[in-house]
């Protein structure tokens, strides 16, 4: 069975520019969670999707980021425009079920912004 | 605000040693905690603790929670150097939260 894979796994732009980050959950997990983290931080919490909706997004930092999930497969996170201080590793995750269900982590996309 | 604290930050061991990993939250509706291993990339799931003083156990590794004094430890007896690994506390409750991570390090 595939795991959760995220794409791309590297990638650099220059401040200002957009980029858009995918992740493929485990088939038949409805959960699918984003995380990040920043500068060697410890890695914080983004936003939960129970199928296609937000269930949580209180992790967003701001509105320069849009997550998106239609039809509940894949998901992508927008950054637009990115900032210096957008750089960092983010991953996804996703579950069977909420809470009591372990996660199951993607690589990571390490965003590295210039 | 939901906080996950861990301790030490970072530990340096030999093989055969025992370590204990520190985890202490202050989480509104907490629900559950997690302990992860992350080598290389991503966070691999070690165990899920919803009860207090219940021991979780995997081989050497094995882990209890404290639900009255708000923390949990996770065990690594006989340590190999394929321990060597950031241990990651995560907490389920108003929203998921993670600790800085133990970077354990187990030399020959």
């Known amino acids: 069975e595939a795991g959760v894979t995220q794409f791309p796994s590297h990638s650099v732009i220059e401040k200002g520019q957009t980029v858009t980050l995918r992740c493929d959950p485990i088939s038949g997990h409805d959960n699918l969670y984003w995380y990040r983290r920043v500068m060697g931080k410890e890695i914080k919490f983004l936003l939960h999707f129970v199928k296609e909706s937000k269930q949580d997004e209180s992790g967003m930092p701001n509105n320069r980021f849009l997550a998106e999930r239609t039809g509940g497969t894949y998901s992508t996170l927008k950054v637009q425009p990115a900032e210096l201080e957008d750089s960092g590793v983010y991953f996804c995750?996703?579950?069977?079920?909420?809470?009591?269900?372990?996660?199951?982590f993607g690589p990571g996309t390490r965003l590295t912004v210039t | 605000e939901d906080k996950v604290v861990q301790s030490p930050l970072s530990l340096v061991v030999h093989e055969g040693d025992t370590v204990t990993l520190n985890c202490s939250y202050e989480?509104?509706?907490?629900?559950?905690l997690l302990w992860y291993k992350q080598e290389k990339k991503a966070p691999t799931f070690l165990f899920m603790l919803t009860s207090s003083g219940i021991e979780k156990k995997s081989g050497r590794l094995s882990s209890i929670l404290d639900k009255k004094e708000l923390f949990s430890i996770l065990n690594i007896t006989a340590t190999q150097t394929g321990d060597s690994a950031i241990y990651l506390c995560e907490t389920s409750g108003s929203r998921l939260t993670f600790g800085e991570g133990t970077q354990l390090t187990v030399n020959p």
């Open positions: 989480v509104t509706n907490f629900r559950s």
């Open positions: 995750a996703s579950s069977l079920g909420t809470p009591l269900y372990e996660q199951y």
